[in-house]
């Protein structure tokens, strides 16, 4: 397997993970005075910091633009308007089956494809490089930021939330 | 660049990354009354999470296992003794220094290696879904969680902080 489609595949199943994540924490606000859910969206843990909605928005974008970029495509338009928790597992399922639409053919000759850096005009990422050093830090950044928000709420969360499923081998 | 050798690379810089988000600890705490910066590993964002100093050990031992484990070497050990900024600054030097003596030559054969999973006896993994699977989301979760502690204690962080250097390129 290319270490991009690799890479796609384990964002696809971490998104997963963020909407068992959502399952906790409705599960949580029931339990607790049945609060309204929806709240948590609107969390933070810094003043100027993102939202957990904010937070799961910037996880969506960063595994999309991780499969467009690196395999030379146009990403799919998604505005950022999401405002409960319907419409944000919506979101999550729609890049999710974007990103599940890759194959391996995909990133043929990705290698030597340089992906420009729209904050930065004139630079850009091999790649590679890009995958590495900016969509994967970029990516788990939200992702357990998310997860940290919801721990911080008091969500029953744990390690194995966070990792999820693994290709198992015998030894 | 191989994958092996790019991860352990981008693990290494990241490290870094965490020793100037000490830095910036440090002159906060300076700024605000001029308590006691090594507090700070103290904190956690949950009752039952682990603190700031078992993140960035966590984050070490991430980085360090994935060296040791997709190169098939025995990683050096470390006893989790730390208890000060100063201590924890030298165990992030050490294993910097560990994962900086690694060349691509120490990953040949690595996509043959299986990996065992010590809390799944008689299973693993791949020494490829290891690192993807396995040591990238579990260090990323590790110096996330890090910074979270430090941006939620008010430290003066940003994302450019997270992300450090990047290998740019002209496009």
């Not at 904050?119 to 994967?136: I, S």
Request: with cysteine; glycine share 6%.
């Amino acid at each position: 397997m290319t270490q991009y489609f690799a890479t796609i595949t384990q964002m696809n199943k971490m998104l997963g993970n963020v909407e068992t994540w959502l399952d906790e924490a409705v599960s949580f606000a029931k339990a607790k005075n049945d609060f309204d859910p929806n709240v948590l969206l609107s969390m933070r843990l810094a003043p100027d910091q993102y939202t957990l909605l904010k937070q799961i928005q910037g996880a969506c974008d960063a595994a999309k633009f991780c499969a467009a970029r690196t395999s030379g495509k146009d990403a799919p338009k998604h505005p950022d308007d999401e405002t409960t928790l319907e419409q944000i597992r919506a979101r999550l399922q729609s890049v999710r089956t974007y990103l599940a639409a890759f194959t391996e053919k995909d990133f043929e000759g990705a290698d030597q494809r340089l992906v420009p850096l729209s904050f930065m005009p004139g630079k850009g990422l091999t790649a590679a490089d890009y995958a590495c050093e900016m969509a994967t830090p970029n990516f788990y950044f939200h992702v357990t930021t998310a997860y940290s928000i919801l721990r911080h709420a008091g969500v029953n969360l744990g390690k194995r939330h966070f990792i999820g499923s693994l290709s198992l081998r015998d030894v």
